[in-house]
């Protein structure tokens, strides 16, 4: 492993820079998605596959998660280190080394084999399972939470929702957190106006909140409630680079288009006035929890 991929760890933060967007627990879709305003078009089932080939680096390149979340998780729903929790979607286990910090010891799902390979390798007492969000393998009522970490855009379908409430107890809660990444420092803006300058399907948005539809006209769980903290990743410069080509739709593209990008980011870090003086960036996030009560 090179030198890079080590970072500077301060309170709550991660390992290295964010590497890509959640393909966990990803609907398998016949067929091809549209990519933005081109004619071209990829299998989201395929590219959540290609993503197996490199959770080791996924790992260290993913941010954690304030303490903050825990805290709220205690404090406004009532959960204990006794509480039967479900992890769906959990990846490399980035959301569950905050959960077994504060002594949560959730059952933990994945779709993707080698992801799962590594959460198991951090976490190996943790009960854990390969599955998708829409099939759950677990009997009715038997969970007092389901949390979601960073994925549920993925599979924020009406299917998903009903299997999700089926397995939690009377007076459950769903937890949804995303990680945003704060666009109004200006390099985190200038970063975005790269990557979405190349083609990508609003399936990768979450942050356009076009998952939230989904707690519309449904009968589940009740309205979501919502907190935010704030949250700073640092990592070594050089790490942007490898956080951009991570990026789903970036991944996606021919080697040509991934260089192109590559020596974009790198322009970045050396030419911007907040990153080219600095070895090590501060990434600032917003951390989004959500949390709907089933209703039963």
């Not at 290295?16 to 393909?23: C, H, I, S, T």
């Given at each position: 492993?090179?030198?890079?991929?080590?970072?500077?760890?301060?309170?709550?933060?991660g390992v290295l820079a964010q590497l890509g967007e959640r393909y966990n627990g990803i609907v398998e879709v016949r067929g091809s998605i549209p990519l933005g305003s081109t004619k071209e078009s990829v299998s989201v089932n395929s590219l959540a596959k290609s993503f197996d080939t490199c959770s080791e680096s996924y790992e260290i390149s993913r941010p954690g998660y304030p303490n903050a979340v825990?805290?709220?998780?205690?404090?406004?729903?009532?959960?204990?280190?006794?509480?039967?929790?479900?992890?769906?979607?959990?990846?490399?286990?980035?959301?569950?080394?905050?959960?077994?910090?504060?002594?949560?010891?959730?059952?933990?799902?994945?779709?993707?084999?080698?992801?799962?390979?590594?959460?198991?390798?951090?976490?190996?007492?943790?009960?854990?399972?390969?599955?998708?969000?829409?099939?759950?393998?677990?009997?009715?009522?038997?969970?007092?939470?389901?949390?979601?970490?960073?994925?549920?855009?993925?599979?924020?379908?009406?299917?998903?929702?009903?299997?999700?409430?089926?397995?939690?107890?009377?007076?459950?809660?769903?937890?949804?957190?995303?990680?945003?990444?704060?666009?109004?420092?200006?390099?985190?803006?200038?970063?975005?106006?790269?990557?979405?300058?190349?083609?990508?399907?609003?399936?990768?948005?979450?942050?356009?909140?076009?998952?939230?539809?989904?707690?519309?006209?449904?009968?589940?769980?009740?309205?979501?409630?919502?907190?935010?903290?704030?949250?700073?990743?640092?990592?070594?410069?050089?790490?942007?680079?490898?956080?951009?080509?991570?990026?789903?739709?970036?991944?996606?593209?021919?080697?040509?288009?991934?260089?192109?990008?590559?020596?974009?980011?790198?322009?970045?870090?050396?030419?911007?006035?907040?990153?080219?003086?600095?070895?090590?960036?501060?990434?600032?996030?917003?951390?989004?929890?959500?949390?709907?009560?089933?209703?039963?």
């Amino acid at each position: 492993m090179s030198q890079e991929c080590f970072t500077l760890k301060t309170e709550d933060t991660g390992v290295l820079a964010q590497l890509g967007e959640r393909y966990n627990g990803i609907v398998e879709v016949r067929g091809s998605i549209p990519l933005g305003s081109t004619k071209e078009s990829v299998s989201v089932n395929s590219l959540a596959k290609s993503f197996d080939t490199c959770s080791e680096s996924y790992e260290i390149s993913r941010p954690g998660y304030p303490n903050a979340v825990a805290e709220l998780f205690k404090k406004n729903l009532s959960f204990r280190t006794s509480s039967k929790l479900l992890e769906l979607a959990a990846g490399t286990g980035k959301f569950t080394d905050l959960l077994a910090q504060h002594d949560f010891a959730p059952t933990v799902t994945e779709w993707l084999p080698n992801m799962l390979k590594v959460l198991k390798s951090k976490h190996p007492k943790l009960s854990s399972v390969i599955s998708r969000a829409e099939d759950i393998p677990f009997k009715d009522n038997i969970f007092d939470g389901v949390l979601v970490a960073q994925a549920f855009h993925w599979f924020a379908n009406l299917s998903a929702l009903a299997d999700i409430a089926r397995v939690l107890k009377q007076n459950g809660y769903l937890v949804i957190i995303f990680q945003e990444r704060n666009d109004a420092v200006n390099w985190v803006h200038e970063y975005h106006k790269i990557l979405f300058s190349y083609p990508h399907d609003e399936i990768v948005r979450f942050d356009l909140d076009k998952w939230k539809k989904v707690f519309n006209n449904q009968d589940h769980f009740s309205s979501l409630q919502h907190q935010q903290f704030n949250y700073s990743h640092h990592f070594f410069k050089e790490t942007l680079t490898h956080r951009a080509l991570g990026m789903s739709f970036i991944a996606a593209l021919p080697d040509h288009k991934k260089q192109e990008v590559a020596q974009q980011m790198k322009n970045l870090c050396t030419t911007h006035e907040q990153l080219k003086n600095n070895e090590v960036i501060e990434f600032p996030y917003i951390t989004h929890v959500y949390w709907a009560k089933v209703l039963k």
